[in-house]
């Protein structure tokens, strides 16, 4: 897997990281869209509904989305680690804990949004929320903002190794500021940083040996 994503065109990695999701999470919101403007107001159930609808739906295509940026980020660390001057350590332990953390704190996440909204929409009919709305709401906060942390380091890690590897001596965040900013703007920097790496994964010599 670490092979072919490392290997992919920047088009390719495009499509099914932001064309693909984007398309269909789109289409989902359209028809769903489309049954809000011919709801019946006699019946507010409905609303509730669609809205549900609307955020299970989407959920399979934000999946696709974020797994194929975090399988880009680990295959981009886990697959030049071998073109990295075995004299500098990026503490690559570190890299391996912070992205399971990452991992079990989206599935929290996405747990905890899905219950966010069944029960906001859950007592819409009322016109009352429910209490235990706002419980998962402020819960659901600083589980975001860890993950939002996290990401931010897997993105740095991952510049930090590519610039490292292309340099071949150590590289700290001056020396790859902008590709920790073309990976957090993915949806520019896959134009920019997948042609760089496909350029290093032509060559299956590490390039240390070769310096």
Request: one cysteine or more.
């Amino acid at each position: 897997m670490t092979q072919f994503i490392l290997k992919l065109k920047h088009w390719q990695l495009f499509v099914l990281m932001i064309a693909l999701p984007s398309i269909g999470a789109m289409t989902i919101m359209g028809s769903m869209v489309s049954s809000l403007l011919t709801l019946d107001p006699a019946t507010p159930e409905q609303f509730s509904q669609i809205m549900k609808s609307i955020f299970i739906y989407s959920l399979p295509f934000s999946i696709m989305a974020t797994s194929i940026q975090y399988t880009w980020l680990w295959a981009v660390v886990k697959g030049l680690q071998h073109k990295i001057p075995g004299d500098i350590d990026l503490h690559i332990k570190r890299f391996n804990i912070v992205f399971v953390s990452t991992i079990i704190l989206l599935l929290l996440l996405y747990t905890l949004m899905y219950i966010m909204f069944s029960t906001l929409f859950a007592s819409f009919p009322e016109q009352s929320v429910n209490p235990e709305y706002f419980v998962v709401f402020f819960i659901t906060f600083p589980v975001n903002m860890a993950m939002f942390g996290c990401s931010l380091y897997l993105m740095y890690f991952a510049a930090q190794t590519l610039k490292t590897v292309e340099l071949q001596h150590k590289s700290g965040f001056d020396k790859c500021a902008l590709e920790f900013v073309l990976f957090f703007f993915n949806i520019v920097g896959i134009w920019i940083l997948q042609p760089r790496i496909n350029k290093l994964m032509e060559d299956p010599h590490p390039l240390s040996e070769i310096q």
